[in-house]
């Protein structure tokens, strides 16, 4: 089935040390979007690709980063996890066909700062 | 400022009964709305979308309803199951931008 896909689903890394979580999608969408989720909230778009176009939130902090090597994966690059970085990073894709606008979850990654 | 909100935090039923979780919303450059269900520990799950044009969306037991006039939004569950237990998320979409805002969203609870 067509789907998208985050590995690990669960990622522990210390304060400061870079960790990078990782997106891909079978449905060959042309946007992806990286979102951060912490307790009890709701989703909060950090950026997103339209095709090889980055765009960043303006609230996102530099020390989020992302990578999109290719249609299928996308990257997100924490360069100095600090403890308030702890939550679930969704990954959503959108693309042609489905409605530009309709946005497709993976399963996300819990991330844990220890 | 622009928000998607929900008016209850949480909502609990009786397995069998309707559901009901409402939506409000405040900007008017919003042309396409989305329903999402996210249970424990997973990602949001499309439910149904309903676009600015419509008032009415029908699913399998479920059912969106769209006011513009009073720029409200809600999702209506028929026979609630315990299946259906999870935070419920409102989305719109703001036009020509690609992206959504999402509300706070309200936890169904479903009791046997």
């Known amino acids: 089935d067509a789907m998208v896909i985050q590995n690990p689903r669960y990622q522990v890394t210390q304060f400061g040390k870079p960790v990078t979580l990782s997106c891909s999608q079978t449905l060959n969408h042309n946007v992806m979007y990286w979102y951060q989720q912490k307790s009890s909230q709701a989703p909060k778009l950090l950026f997103h690709y339209y095709d090889k176009d980055f765009n960043n939130e303006a609230d996102t902090p530099d020390n989020f980063q992302s990578r999109r090597p290719n249609t299928s994966f996308c990257f997100l690059d924490i360069r100095s996890p600090g403890l308030g970085d702890a939550a679930m990073y969704l990954c959503?894709?959108?693309?042609?066909?489905?409605?530009?606008?309709?946005?497709?979850f993976g399963p996300g990654t819990r991330l844990l700062v220890l | 400022g622009e928000s998607v909100g929900l008016h209850l935090p949480t909502l609990s039923v009786q397995e069998g009964d309707n559901s009901i979780i409402n939506c409000a919303y405040s900007n008017s450059a919003s042309d396409y709305f989305i329903w999402y269900k996210q249970e424990s520990g997973k990602g949001p799950q499309f439910i149904i979308d309903?676009?600015?044009?419509?008032d009415k969306r029908q699913g399998q037991r479920v059912t969106v309803l769209l006011n513009k006039t009073v720029k409200h939004l809600s999702l209506q569950i028929a026979a609630t199951q315990p299946g259906d237990s999870a935070v419920y998320f409102c989305?719109?979409?703001?036009?020509?931008?690609?992206?959504?805002?999402f509300g706070q969203g309200t936890t169904l609870q479903v009791k046997p």
């Open positions: 959503a894709t959108s693309g042609p066909g489905q409605g530009p606008e309709t946005q497709y």
């Open positions: 989305a719109e979409n703001i036009r020509n931008t690609g992206k959504l805002i």
């Open positions: 309903i676009r600015s044009n419509m």
